[in-house]
């Protein structure tokens, strides 16, 4: 059975410093694994989304890598902004029991970031 | 294109009560989703659609009916809600599953409270 963790559960940085976010998964054969954000009492927005082939990928300030061997993924926020506080969640894509697709979600790193 | 939406996005029912949740998007995406969200576990998926006229169970299916009689719309019925209920419920929306760039967009959530 596919599990997804995030830790930690809820993190502080400054304005202005680079974090990283991390998310290991227990199983390796993964089709891909998506980064999102949630604001409060909002929906799932995709930031990322890296392909099982790939290692990483980027957009704007934000770059996700992967490593399936060792089941891990993290998501690097470089020059933090107040903007960025918000939850973020990765989810992998695999294959179920039943032979059908299932997105698996962790339970989210809270970001916050201080003025 | 306003992607996904829901309807409505916030309820508050009585045990025993009924309702549908409606979710509709306008992407012309094959595969379609409900989950759920819950304080301090990762979303959970309820039932997803292949295709206009089908439906399958996810992970937790049982109070839950859904039912996709056009492609773009994806309903999420509750006949006798139960306080356990009380939820964040998410649809979901993507081009078809089994690929590595396949990605699932998200609509805003609707809010439940069953009494």
């Known amino acids: 059975k596919q599990e997804v963790t995030q830790i930690p559960a809820a993190l502080s940085v400054p304005e202005g410093e680079n974090l990283v976010l991390n998310c290991s998964f227990t199983?390796?054969?993964?089709?891909?694994l998506q980064w999102f954000r949630q604001d409060p009492g909002k929906g799932l927005t995709s930031l990322l989304l890296?392909?099982?082939?790939?290692r990483e990928q980027t957009s704007g300030r934000l770059n996700a890598s992967l490593d399936k061997s060792s089941g891990r993924s993290t998501l690097y926020i470089a020059a933090s902004q107040p903007g960025d506080s918000a939850t973020y969640l990765c989810?992998?894509?695999?294959?179920?029991?039943?032979?059908?697709?299932?997105?698996?979600f962790g339970t989210g790193t809270r970001l916050t970031i201080i003025p | 294109n306003a992607g996904v939406t829901q309807t409505p996005k916030f309820r508050v029912l009585k045990t025993g009560q009924s309702m549908t949740l409606l979710c509709a998007q306008d992407?012309?995406?094959?595969?379609m989703y409900w989950y759920r969200q819950d304080p301090g576990m990762g979303l959970r998926l309820i039932h997803y659609?292949?295709?206009?006229?089908?439906?399958a169970k996810g992970e937790v299916p049982d109070g839950y009916n859904v039912s996709r009689l056009k492609k773009q719309n994806f309903l999420l019925g509750l006949e006798s809600a139960a306080p356990s209920q009380t939820s964040v419920y998410f649809c979901?929306?993507?081009?078809?599953?089994?690929?590595?760039?396949?990605?699932?967009?998200f609509g805003p959530g609707t809010r439940l409270t069953v009494l």
């Open positions: 979901a929306s993507s081009y078809s599953a089994l690929l590595e760039y396949n990605e699932q967009f």
């Open positions: 199983d390796s054969a993964i089709y891909n």
């Open positions: 890296i392909q099982s082939s790939q």
């Open positions: 989810a992998v894509k695999s294959v179920s029991n039943f032979g059908n697709e299932k997105l698996t």
């Open positions: 992407m012309n995406h094959e595969y």
């Open positions: 659609s292949v295709g206009e006229g089908t439906t």
